[in-house]
């Protein structure tokens, strides 16, 4: 697309009044909630998709910082600060394409797939300085994240795709440069993954919470920056065990999907239970829980991620438990009659 082909494109006229309406009802719902980022996370996904204008790569509505260099953004860097930002560092696809709009620079830098998520880096410049980047009650709890107000979608299929946890994570490096990875879960797809693919993305707006102050509507960036990415996939970087085991209360598990960055594990149960009814608990091969970081449950099976943070799982035992226990020392000396399913996991086979 030339400068030409940008011009014929018709902004609709309320663009900005569609992205305050998104801002105005976050803020609104985050005082409602008194939960910080509730709003923004919410709204931010579910408005996203009637903000449709997708521009191709490397072409903002206006350039302002033409002279901003493509920087490269090292995952090794992001992988710092930032859990399971993805590990094999040597699969990732090089993009370093930047896009300016209204004083803010994003640079998408690199994407990798590794058979279950897909990692694309973003570095956000901005000619204002960034506020909220600590909170002002407690100057050691550190922001580390921004909230995308977006348009995603993959050349393959019309599924929608959102950001892991609604947000891309990293840090501030200063008052005017952010650097981050969003990743999105691609496991439920319907459409196989093809061997190459692109990650389209229109960004409308950026947020920044303020973590002091439930009552403020936090940092918002509004703009219009417009990326289509290539993409290629290393399926050998995903280890794929069958297991199909389940006992007799429907309960048990499908497979587990091993990566260098994280295990995902696919659970079966019947369709009248419910979450709380059979609650998962992952133990490593020294008996110690290992924290699930997401666990989404649909009709008959379920998807739980476990982020490794470069840590090595060689077993895992995986548990079905009728209540919630708390407690190290309460869950080693649990009663067996809660414990509703138990299965021990060779990784390495």
């Given at each position: 697309m030339n400068k030409k082909d940008l011009d014929k494109i018709n902004l609709p006229n309320d663009l900005d009044d569609v992205i305050d309406e998104a801002i105005n009802m976050a803020h609104e719902d985050k005082k409602k909630n008194k939960i910080k980022g509730k709003g923004y996370k919410k709204v931010f996904k579910t408005i996203a998709a009637s903000v449709a204008i997708v521009i191709t790569l490397g072409i903002g509505t206006t350039t302002l910082a033409q002279g901003i260099s493509n920087i490269k953004i090292m995952f090794e860097e992001i992988h710092d600060n930032i859990k399971g930002s993805g590990s094999s560092?040597?699969?990732?696809?090089?993009?370093?394409?930047?896009?300016?709009n209204n004083?803010?620079?994003i640079t998408i830098s690199e994407a990798i797939y590794d058979g279950q998520s897909l990692y694309i880096t973003y570095k956000v410049e901005s000619k204002d300085a960034f506020k909220y980047i600590k909170d002002d009650k407690f100057p050691n709890v550190v922001n580390n994240q921004m909230l995308p107000?977006?348009?995603?979608k993959l050349s393959f299929t019309d599924e929608k795709i959102i950001e892991r946890n609604g947000r891309i994570e990293g840090k501030f490096i200063d008052d005017h440069t952010f650097i981050g990875v969003g990743q999105y879960d691609l496991i439920d797809l319907k459409k196989p993954i093809p061997n190459e693919f692109e990650f389209i993305t229109t960004i409308n707006a950026l947020a920044i919470e303020n973590m002091s102050s439930s009552d403020d509507e936090g940092q918002v960036f509004k703009g219009n920056w417009g990326f289509k990415i290539p993409v290629k996939v290393e399926k050998?970087?995903?280890?794929?065990?069958?297991i199909n085991d389940v006992n007799e209360r429907g309960l048990g598990i499908n497979k587990i999907y091993n990566t260098p960055s994280e295990i995902k594990i696919i659970t079966k149960h019947t369709k009248d239970m419910e979450i709380m009814s059979c609650m998962l608990y992952v133990f490593d091969e020294n008996g110690k829980m290992i924290l699930i970081?997401?666990?989404k449950w649909y009709d008959d099976y379920s998807v739980a991620t476990i982020i490794k943070d470069d840590r090595d799982f060689h077993k895992i035992r995986v548990e079905f438990w009728s209540e919630v226990v708390k407690g190290d020392e309460e869950r080693a000396n649990v009663d067996k009659d809660i414990i509703m399913y138990s299965k021990e996991i060779n990784l390495d086979n």
């Open positions: 560092l040597k699969y990732e696809t090089e993009i370093n394409k930047t896009v300016s004083g803010i620079g107000l977006a348009d995603i050998s970087l995903t280890k794929e065990i069958d970081e997401s666990d």
